[in-house]
């Protein structure tokens, strides 16, 4: 027989009340998690942006006149746009704006309001004002308004006198008279991997094809429009890399096959036997006549067609000279241990060295070379002092003297005033006192070396490099060089942009940045660090993120947000309009990031730390000593219970982290990790681990070190990233199989490199942190994009 036990009436009216208590605990966390999945999402970039209006300005200066145009951003996602004469220091509209939106809806069949055109940005030319919408160019007529499509094909590059087009067919390279339509073959032996003018493969090129992405030639027009300068670049044993592509861009047919899309492109691996390669050559228009220039073949170490720094034309690794008559070229070595500069004689072909760098570990052509063509001189950037600056040579290869010097870094070049032998430059480090990486601007004595700072506030300059051929017109000083545009800020000081004269005095405040509605957000505004790095002596810099109910008497979970360059820097010395980091901290972390050693645009010892020590991913042991030190002045920092996250070398980083410190980071989310540089561009890695040789790869092979996996790890990666091939994720994920590791995965379909900022990735990493570090449940199903309205 049965026997049943009677529980008391008592006690079960204790423990219903215990059930009623702790599911009301459970629903109330549910709800301060939503609550602060919420106050995330306005902290992310694009949300924040909405907040915020004149965080940053772009000027486009008229051609031939101290005259710039800029967009007023204006409440309610409003926007007008004026025009400033500095030498008069008025302002105006820059058009009628009502007049313009009623020829533009006109033209388009489409509606547009006066305050809210569909344009950023406006060039004022010959009485009428040209910009771009929806991809294509327009003009409208400021007489009388009329509006029609403008005549720019993006797959061509006008001539500057506007007679001729230039533009690529079946590997050849023809120009177009804009009189008559003639079109006139340059080349007619191109062939595929083999053409004129054409881009070579490398990273984002599947993406450019199936975003049938236009782009002009790679070709440069002399400033008189007499000749062209073009490369034949050779790609035909460059080996190649591949990618799957399951959900096909357009639906498969109904009922049909489905099978995947196999992606093939040119990737040049480290120790590869051929990697692109590109010879230079001038065309002259009228004649048709073909010189080669007897400069070495160039090795292509960026990619062209996204006009990155080491690019040949918008990186200006070759140009003209100002008389039309002389082509110039960087010529860096594929080890990149060897830069050598190249005069060439646009009719002849005769080339002349001119200068040379060469270093043990690699060589910067960071700031590209400027001619003085009245004196037949050119400047010259080179760290050989160990710190990087200014030199002054003759155009027959002889140094005339150093033009900068000291423990600083000259880091752009903003124009040359040669009458008045005068430099104007962007520069970091010369101010005691200062965060080293903090840009300021200057002006410099040629001949003397004498200094002058520009622009004194205590904060980051931000300005713009000598303007490159593609786009002049963007261009911060002004055509005469007599003023400049400088918009500078902190990272807890919001944005001013003023317009300066050449002896840096502000002639106006252009635009103070509004922030107010952010502000209304309470977030502590980022904390600025300075510690010691791993050697005890060195100082590093970081910052501090803080969620707005922050409480110093608790303790918080900390997350490292990575990035470990060795080209950038990760910690940012400027307003930020929102970011990934202040976002993160909302959920109740405190979030770090510093620059470890191994960092550019510091000494050239300092940057070379990283050099055949990837595997040191931008000083993680730096990271490491850098909390263990913050911890005693800020002990809410709980340091058992520390994550780190990262994308691209940042995902690199944040696996290798809980690899080489499993027992000082418990979790990580890594995306998109080149997790060894062998499978990676060949220009990456071996000028920052070196050439191939033996086993020197191995101290970066995340691999070899899969079995120190102790923590929570997710592994994110795009299956169409055509910059880090999935490849190098599947063999992390091998080797902790084969390790007996568990992990997680997260397969992001049809994206490619740039899922960083996906929301649904988003929100899984936060996830991933929340339920792992932070020891609490995720609000189920939340949606980024459903984000909570601005407070009013």
């Known amino acids: 027989m049965e026997s049943k036990m009677e529980i008391p009436s008592s006690l079960r009216s204790v423990l219903l009340v215990a059930v009623v208590l702790s599911l009301g605990q459970a629903q109330g966390h549910a709800e301060d998690m939503r609550a602060a999945y919420e106050r995330a999402a306005q902290h992310l970039p694009a949300q924040a942006a909405k907040l915020m209006r004149n965080v940053a300005i772009d000027p486009v200066w008229l051609s031939g006149e101290d005259k710039f145009t ?45 305050g809210k055109l569909p344009f950023n940005r406006v060039a004022l030319a010959g009485n009428g004002a040209e910009f771009t919408v929806d991809g294509k160019s327009w003009r409208c007529s400021l007489i009388d308004y009329t509006c029609a499509p403008g005549t720019k094909d993006p797959e061509e590059l006008l001539s500057p006198d506007g007679h001729w087009a230039a533009f690529t067919r079946n590997n050849n390279l023809y120009i177009r008279s804009t009189a008559d339509q003639r079109e006139i073959a340059l ?5 595929p991997d083999y053409g004129y003018g054409t881009y070579a493969g490398g990273n984002n090129v599947v993406t450019d094809r199936r975003s049938n992405r236009k782009m002009p030639p790679l070709v440069l027009w002399s400033p008189d429009s007499r000749r062209l300068l073009t490369c034949r670049t050779d790609e035909r044993n460059v080996g190649s890399m591949y990618l799957i592509q399951s959900i096909p861009d357009q639906p498969w047919p109904e009922g049909g096959p489905r099978r995947p899309i196999l992606h093939t492109y040119k990737y040049a691996l ?71 500069f190249w005069s060439a004689n646009a009719t002849t072909g005769e080339a002349k060295l001119l200068a040379e760098d060469h270093a043990s570990t690699y060589v910067e052509y960071a700031v590209p070379a400027a001619v003085l063509s009245k004196s037949k001189q050119f400047l010259w950037w080179s760290e050989r002092s160990g710190w990087g600056h200014l030199y002054l040579f003759d155009l027959e290869g002889k140094l005339v003297r150093p033009v900068t010097s000291g423990n600083w870094v000259v880091r752009s070049l903003l124009g040359v005033d040669e009458a008045r032998g005068q430099v104007f430059i962007s520069a970091s480090g010369r101010e005691p006192g200062r965060d080293p990486w903090l840009q300021s601007v200057y002006r410099v004595q040629i001949e003397t070396g004498a200094v002058t700072m520009l622009s004194p506030e205590n904060a980051d300059h931000a300005v713009a490099p000598l303007p490159g051929p593609t786009d002049p017109s963007i261009a911060r000083l002004s055509p005469s060089g007599n003023f400049f545009v400088d918009t500078y800020s902190g990272i807890a000081t919001a944005p001013v942009s003023v317009l300066r004269n050449r002896d840096g005095k502000v002639v106006r405040e252009i635009e103070r940045a509004d922030v107010s ?20 002596k060195t100082d590093i810099y970081g910052t501090l993120h803080y969620p707005s109910n922050f409480d110093p008497k608790k303790k918080y979970p900390v997350l490292d947000s990575d990035y470990p360059g060795p080209q950038t820097i990760k910690a940012p010395k400027r307003y930020q309009a929102g970011s990934i980091e202040q976002a993160t901290a909302e959920l109740g972390f405190i979030v770090f990031q510093v620059d470890g050693l191994g960092q550019p645009w510091r000494s050239k010892e300092y940057h070379d730390y990283a050099y055949a020590n990837m595997g040191d991913t931008g000083g993680l042991e730096d990271h490491v000593a850098a909390l263990k030190q913050l911890v005693k002045d800020h002990p809410y920092l709980d340091l058992d219970r ?69 923590g929570k790890l997710l592994l994110a990666y795009g299956d169409m990233d055509d910059n880090v091939n999935p490849t190098l994720s599947i063999r992390l994920i091998d080797a902790l199989i084969k390790a007996n590791r568990d992990f997680d995965v997260l397969v992001m379909p049809n994206r490619n490199h740039s899922f960083a900022t996906d929301p649904y990735f988003n929100r899984r990493r936060w996830d991933y942190f929340v339920k792992n570090l932070l020891g609490a449940e995720p609000p189920t199903g939340f949606e980024l994009k459903a984000v909570i309205p601005p407070p009013e």
């Open 642 to 710: 520390v994550g780190i996250f990262g994308h691209s070398g940042g995902g690199f980083a944040s696996a290798r982290a809980m690899l080489l410190f499993p027992d000082f980071y418990k979790v990580a989310v890594s995306s998109a990790g080149n997790h060894d540089q062998l499978g990676y561009l060949y220009s990456w890695g071996e000028k920052y681990q070196g050439p191939v040789s033996g086993q020197n790869y191995d101290n970066q092979d995340t691999t070899l070190i899969a079995k120190n996996l102790k």
């Open 270 to 340: 480290p120790g590869d036997e051929n990697v692109p390669r590109m010879q230079l050559i001038a065309f002259d228009v009228d004649s048709r006549k073909r010189t080669n220039l007897r400069i070495p073949l160039l090795v292509q170490h960026g990619p062209d067609h996204q006009g990155l720094a080491g690019s040949l034309f918008a990186g200006r690794r070759a140009f003209w000279s100002g008389d039309s008559t002389t082509a110039f070229a960087a010529e860096l070595s594929r080890d990149q241990k060897s830069l050598r």
């Open 187 to 191: 080349t007619s032996d191109g062939e």
């Open 517 to 536: 509605a952010y502000d209304a957000l309470k977030a502590p505004p980022p904390k600025e660090f300075v510690v010691k790095a791993r050697d005890g």
């Open 70 to 114: 800029y967009r007023r951003q204006l409440p309610n996602e409003g926007k007008e746009f004026l025009l400033v004469d500095a030498n008069a220091n008025t302002v105006v509209p820059a058009f009628d704006h009502a007049r313009l939106a009623a020829g533009l809806s006109s033209a388009t069949k489409k509606s547009y309001e006066s």
